[in-house]
């Protein structure tokens, strides 16, 4: 049997498919499961601030929240790292992020998705990957409406002795 950490994760990747799902075409994708046990769990991500609910007359609905959207970034990464071709293609990633201290907790939690991606810190707000996670990175982009505090650059122009660098780096 699943645990609960396990039916959250599942909830996530649900809720990520559409705006709003409804609470019966969640339990629904449970049918093995008792309806407690999914109903603990949208509770907890409820408590978590990743889910909101929105009442209706006829039907509950769910969706995701800009902290739930984050969480569907990290379980993509989780799920994905062994799929991304590590060999490098030819061009860098370079992301800036530029988010003010009073967004401190969602500058960290980028950063964290960052680590993940396997890019590493240049200069404070600089990071650089040979690996091909840009379009995941554009989508965060755009749905947390990161407009002018991200830019994301793919380049195969970088100097010669800070391209030997980064291949050392990334252990190339």
């Known amino acids: 049997m699943s645990s609960k950490k396990d039916y959250s994760g599942k ?4 809720l990520k498919q559409k705006p709003a799902t409804s609470i019966e075409e969640i339990h ?3 049918d093995d499961v008792n309806k407690y046990s999914v109903t603990r769990s949208l509770k907890g991500l ?5 889910i909101e609910s929105i009442p209706s007359a006829h039907k509950d ?11 569907v970034y990290s379980l993509e990464l989780d799920s994905h790292t062994g799929l991304i071709n590590t060999v490098w293609d030819g061009f860098w990633r370079i992301i800036l992020l530029d988010l003010p201290e009073s967004r401190k907790s969602e500058r960290e939690s980028l950063r964290y998705l960052l680590k993940k991606a396997n890019f590493v810190c240049l200069k404070n707000s600089a990071w650089i990957s040979p690996y091909p996670y ?3 990175f554009s989508n965060i982009k755009k ?5 002018t505090e991200m830019i ?17 780096g990334f252990n190339k």
């Open 152 to 168: 994301i650059f793919t380049t195969n122009n970088i100097d010669e002795v800070s391209q030997k660098i980064f291949f050392d």
């Open 61 to 71: 609905f769910a969706r995701l929240t800009k902290e739930g959207k984050k969480k």
């Open 134 to 136: 840009e379009h995941l």
């Open 28 to 30: 629904g994708v449970f």
């Open 46 to 50: 409820k408590e978590a601030g990743l």
């Open 143 to 147: 749905d947390l409406g990161l407009t």
């Open 11 to 14: 909830i996530i990747k649900i």
